[in-house]
C-alpha cells in the first residue's frame, strides 16, 4: 500500500515536472514595461506637436495673444 502511494505521487511529481517544462506562450504584441514606455513617447510627441503649433501662431500673429485690456493708448498731438 505504501509502495503505491509513493508510486502515485512520483507520478504526480513526474507530471508536474513535464508541466512546468512546457513553454511559456509569447505575449501577444507587447509587454506592460514596452506599452508604457510607448504610451510616454506618443504623449510626448503630442505635447510637442502641439507646442510648435501654439508658437508657430504666435509668431504669425504676435499681438492676437496680447489682451486688449493692457494696450497703452498713445496720444498723438497733431
Request: net charge negative; charged share 25%.
Amino acid at each position: 500500500m505504501v509502495a503505491t502511494e509513493v508510486e502515485a505521487a512520483a507520478g504526480r511529481i513526474s507530471e508536474d515536472r513535464d508541466a512546468m517544462e512546457e513553454p511559456t506562450p509569447d505575449p501577444a504584441f507587447v509587454d506592460v514595461d514596452q506599452g508604457l514606455t510607448l504610451a510616454g513617447i506618443a504623449f510626448l510627441c503630442l505635447l510637442l506637436v502641439a507646442m510648435i503649433i501654439r508658437c508657430a501662431k504666435v509668431i504669425m500673429d504676435p499681438y492676437s495673444a496680447i489682451p486688449t485690456s493692457t494696450w497703452e493708448e498713445q496720444h498723438l498731438d497733431d
